[in-house]
């Protein structure tokens, strides 16, 4: 497409000592990922001792964003790890704007002082610099950490590198069992951790908004129940167990509810239940399939799947209940939707006759905008930033987690785990 | 009073003739003076050493000698009792004849106290006229100062009207010299308004494909990707001949640093950008107001 | 062979509903054409999933005779479907009967849907597949007591494959006792 330029030109009178400032308006630009060199970061410990390389982890982080087109250090010019060993006109003949040097000093058995600086190539200027200490565990988090600032002062968005996901995952023994789970990781699937195993399926994770506690679904009792869990502790309560199916809770904004589906009254419905009350209350009452309800961002409204039209579309009640609006028209199936953080859009799967993508709709304007191209894409959720969704994707024999920036310019593969993974939720902030 | 006082010296002269005749006629019977005495104790003091024979026949001769004195100024005493009847008598007559001759004197002496009075009535007259004529005099001289002053004056002014014409005149002159001078520069600047109107047309136009380059090259490196909407900020550039970009300064900001910052890295990156040879028309576009508003 | 053949009456039905049936969607119709495709490769499954009802030991039961509908223990359903297909009436009605004559058996009808779509609609769709089956056989008489319902949606997948044939084998419901 080609660009419409508006020039305002003020071609004031001249005369021989009088000169004029031309004015030219910039209504245009382009969308391209930032370019970011990020330096290996000095070792000031033992030779052959270097922890973790925390340069790649911070170059992962921000190119999966899509916002950031990292350079590989074998192409740099120079890898400084000290701004004045920074060669600012060799970086800016390559077209790079900013540039991440640090170091990495021991600071006694397992403890690391990491020490960084976020430097603009054009200005010259240090934009961020930190010292962080930390022990040999925390340096992939301290990796993500400087991710998430570098990611806020150039793209003035909070960076939500270091959050974590929740997941389920499905392997297959020997015998043929299956063993399932539900983990959570870090937000590029690193550090894994178990918090349950059953043989029977697992569902429907959701992250409390304080990152706490995960409601899920089990069907540990050959039927599917609702269960919240404490994170840290394990400790767990069932929190529905009807009669018909209990499903797809999730955590209303404020943590005191949740918004879970119920057949027990013999088709399923949206309900809200007060977990300090266990008072219930029924906000669809429709002889269609309602369910997968998540909150709006502000907590007035559900959006929600129904079949009510004939296909599955997604409505939107307000939670105190009433007349559903429905809000997707494109396509034949659309389901699942999750909000954006600001509550603008929806990220949902969609079929238009090209298989199940995933896709974010305008809700203002209903635009759809498809994001992924395989045919088998589902669960998608959007980073606490807005500016990632992750999803889980089939590829070959097996279901893995995938991400692509709220764009649909980047998408990266997070095939970390054996076997299946699916139904990945992003977490929320962690508290500053 | 005048004739009085003139003739009273007259008189005491006269008086006064006779008083110093007297007296050197009969200066040896006056007493010695007081200063004698004193002149005798010297004497006595010295004459301590005089021989007392000496003395004696000293005294002797001394007696003598007084002897022969008296007599001698007995006879004397006579003649001039005689001498005095004598001049009693002249002196009667001489009286008589004073006394006519103050008479005479007496009427002259009016007489000329009447010429004298007529003497002062017409010396006062005269000084009257005198005084008249130095009054007339001291007016003449006033009238006469007056009128030169006036004179004066007359002159001054007519210097001054001379001169304020003279500064009227001068005056025109210049402003007809400089209404001239002013067509002229009206004249020049039209004309040279029109070349430069016909210049910068035709510059213009070569500016204008310039600016159309300028703003795609900016906007080719202006990464708009994850910024808010509806931002804008303004900068302003200079650039040197061949188009590099020396200087980029903010003028306003968008509020939103990593808008700012984006809008100065397009830039920088865009540098140089395109410009003309011509260093005309370069210098005209030199400076360059940058507003970053992206739809 | 029976049993093979009541397979192949079974995707007869099918072919004859979707022609019979104008909304039906195109992937309906692809998954159709898969499913006709691939008949052959998918013996291998089938005979497993099948497996348990024709290990026969006839005569014990009803239940284990591999020529009576009961034998039939998996009902399938079209894309995004929980209409019971002609075919499955007899079976359900066989079943429904037996359940009647036996009121002390209960049956637990398990609903699941293919991989497509998203997980917590097809558990709702697996739910209502199985209700399908639940009013079809409730209306033989047996008491609501003897068959409960459930979902696994997506969850226990039959066949593993990302394809129409594993999808047209997961779209079902178990009936078991």
Known sequence: MKK?????????????????????????????????????FEWQGQPNELPVAMHLTIANDLARSGRFITMDARDMPQTPSQFNQINFADWRLLG???????????QGPGQYEIEFRLINIYSGEQIAGFRIPARRDQLRRTAHRISDIVFEKLTG??????????????????????LNSLQVSDADGFNPQVLLESPEPLMSPSWSPDGKMIAYVSFENRSSAIYIQDILTGARQRVANNPGINSAPSWSPDGTRLALTLSKEGDPEIFILNLASR????????????????????????????????????????????????LTFEGNYNSRARYSPDGQLLTLVHNDGGGFRIAVMDIANRDINILTSSGLDESPSFSPNGNMIIYATTRGRGTELAAVSADGRVHQRLGLQEGDVREPEWGPFPPL | ???????????????????????????????????QPIANNVDIIDAVTVDSVQVEQELKDIKALEQQKQQ?????????????????????QEESRLADIKKQQQVEETRRKQEEQKLVDIKKQQQQEQQRLKEEEIKLAQAKKQQEELKKRQEEEEQRRKDVAEQKRQEELRLAEQARK??????????????????????????????????????????????????????EIRMIPGGEVAEVKIVKTSGNSVFDSRAEIAVKRASPLPVPDNPRIFGKMREIRLTFAPN | MIIRMIYFVTLTAVLAACGSTTEKTDATTVEDRGNTASTSESDSSNARTFGTGTDARAGMSALDDPTSPLSVRILYFDYDSSEILPAYREVLEAHGNYLVQNPNIT??????????????????LGERRSQSAKRLMMLLGPASSQISSTSYGEERPIAEGHDDESWSQNRRVEIIY
């Open chain 1, 96 to 106: 790079m704007e900013n540039i991440v040097i640090g170091n990495i000093r021991p």
């Open chain 2, 72 to 92: 001698e100024r007995e006879k004397q005493l006579a003649d001039m009792q005689k001498q005095s009847q004598e001049a009693e008598r002249k002196r009667q």
């Open chain 3, 107 to 124: 049956i637990s009808l398990e609903g699941h849907a293919d991989e497509r779509g998203s997980r917590e609609y097809n558990l709702a």
């Open chain 2, 182 to 235: 002013k067509q002229e520069a009206e004249r020049l600047a039209a004309e040279q308004k029109q070349r430069q109107a016909a210049q910068d047309r035709q510059d213009m136009t070569v500016i204008n494909s310039y600016v159309a380059r300028i703003a795609n090259a900016i906007e080719r490196e202006f990464n708009t990707a994850g910024l808010t909407e509806g931002l804008s900020c303004i900068f």
């Open chain 1, 157 to 178: 968005v909070r960076g939500a590198f270091d959050t974590r996901i929740a997941y389920i995952t499905v392997k297959r023994a020997a015998d043929g069992s299956k």
């Open chain 2, 1 to 35: 009073m005048m004739n009085l006082i003139m003739i009273k010296p007259a008189l005491s002269s006269a008086l006064l003739h006779l008083l110093v005749i007297g007296m050197l006629m009969f200066s040896f019977d006056l007493t010695p003076t007081p200063r």
């Open chain 1, 279 to 326: 008072n219930l209350i029924r906000i669809t009452n429709n002889r269609a399939i309602d369910t997968e309800p998540t909150w709006s961002p502000d907590g007035s409204n559900i959006v929600f799947t129904s079949d009510r039209g004939g296909s599955p579309q997604v409505y939107q009640v307000s939670s105190s209940g009433g007349t559903a609006r429905r």
């Open chain 1, 4 to 40: 419409q330029i508006i020039i305002l030109l003020l071609l004031t009178h001249f005369s021989a000592n009088s000169y004029s400032v031309l004015d030219i308006t910039i209504t245009q630009g382009i969308e391209e990922a930032l370019p970011i060199a990020i330096a290996p």
